[in-house]
């Protein structure tokens, strides 16, 4: 018989990812709009206006003086990786 596995898990290594968005014009300029487009007017608009994001770039200013600084999150849609 043949095995077939029920689950795949794809793995897309994330630094050619990141290389591609900074290769094309267009998507390098989405990638700085955090520092270079933003309102700032106090309304929550983009996780750039939280209140942890505003304490990362306290914390690590040369980080966030760099427009192309990226920062990354996890979204796991109820995936519990440990139980």
Known sequence: ATKIPQKVMRYLPLKPRLQRLYMSMHTATDMRWH?????????????????????????????????????????????????
């Open 35 to 83: 520092k270079e487009k933003r309102v700032d007017d106090d309304v929550m608009r983009h996780p750039a206006d939280g209140e942890a994001w505003k304490e990362f770039d306290r914390a690590f200013p040369e980080f966030a003086a760099d427009p192309r600084n990226v920062r990354l999150g996890l979204a796991t849609d109820g995936f519990n990786p440990y139980g």
